[in-house]
């Protein structure tokens, strides 16, 4: 999969995963990537225009909700990166979201990326 327009905002607190997400997809998808901690979310949604996103998974489900809101506000498609038992996050209107489990597995991440493009040219 070639497409170098595709672009990504890993959203991750823990730097070194979301250098790794950033290697995976470079190397497989010849996209685009930034990374900023969580804290920065909003202002970067502001600041840049994304494709996809890449969101580090909170424990609470009101708080997964709220980003997801502010994500998909945006027009992005969104894939939690997770540490948690709980693969999907329900956003308002039951829209459920996919997540990839920590620690990353390249094959998974690739095909979580390609189901949520195919979804966007939809």
Not at 6 to 16: D, H, K, S
Request: charged share 25%; hydrophobic share 45%; proline share 6%.
């Amino acid at each position: 999969m070639h497409n170098p327009s595709l672009r990504v905002l890993v959203a991750e607190n823990q730097y070194l995963i979301a250098m790794e997400v950033e290697q995976i997809l470079v190397d497989a998808l010849d996209c685009t990537v930034a990374i900023v901690p969580l804290v920065r979310l909003k202002d970067q949604l502001r600041e840049g225009e994304f494709d996809l996103v890449f969101l580090d998974k909170a424990p609470t489900e009101a708080l997964n909700r709220d980003r997801a809101r502010q994500v998909t506000q945006t027009g992005a498609a969104l894939i939690f990166l997770s540490s948690y038992d709980h693969p999907l996050v329900e956003a308002p209107g039951s829209v459920a979201f996919p997540s990839v489990a920590k620690p990353i597995q390249a094959e998974e991440l690739i095909r979580a990326v390609r189901s949520a493009t195919a979804r966007m040219s939809t």
